[in-house]
């Protein structure tokens, strides 16, 4: 079984910046295209970000194209997702999940979830 752990999330003001870790164990990480997903109470989870198994590869949602960056360590088994130029339609909980041999273009979710991270951004 795989299981992931966010954190990093926090209350930042708009035009701030956080910087989400996620730590992936019981599988071969490096096996697997990595990606973040962020979801609204009351509303579907939503695509933002994925990077490819090698890292060398990467694919955003439009709302988040230029202002997010995604990577991923493989000693470390984490990815990560850069955030800056955040705005309040940011604000929401964060996931990481993982596709075996999927596409990135968006990224399809495979992994059962973790709790996520809470990113809040004030006006």
């Known amino acids: 079984q ?3 752990v966010e954190s990093g999330g926090g209350l930042v003001q708009a035009g701030g910046s956080l910087r989400l870790s996620c730590v992936f164990s019981g599988r071969t990480f490096s096996s697997y295209a ?4 962020r979801q609204v109470p009351g509303k579907e989870r939503e695509f933002v970000a994925a990077v490819s ?5 990467t694919y955003y949602a439009d ?3 230029g202002r997010f960056a995604i990577s991923r360590d493989i000693a470390k088994n984490t990815v990560y997702l850069q ?3 955040l705005k309040p339609e940011d604000t ?12 990135i273009a ?5 992994l059962n979830w973790g ?9």
């Not at 198994?53 to 590869?57: C, D, L, R």
């Not at 709790?115 to 006006?123: H, R």
Request: glycine residues 18%; contains cysteine; hydrophobic residues 30%.
């Open 63 to 65: 709302s988040v194209k």
């Open 106 to 110: 968006p990224l399809y979710p495979r």
């Open 83 to 85: 955030m800056n130029s």
């Open 115 to 123: 709790q996520g991270t809470q990113v809040t951004v004030s006006s």
């Open 92 to 103: 929401a909980v964060y996931y990481c999940n993982g596709d075996w041999g999927g596409p």
């Open 53 to 57: 198994w090698s890292g060398g590869g």
């Open 2 to 4: 795989v299981q992931l």
């Open 34 to 37: 990595m990606g973040w997903f």
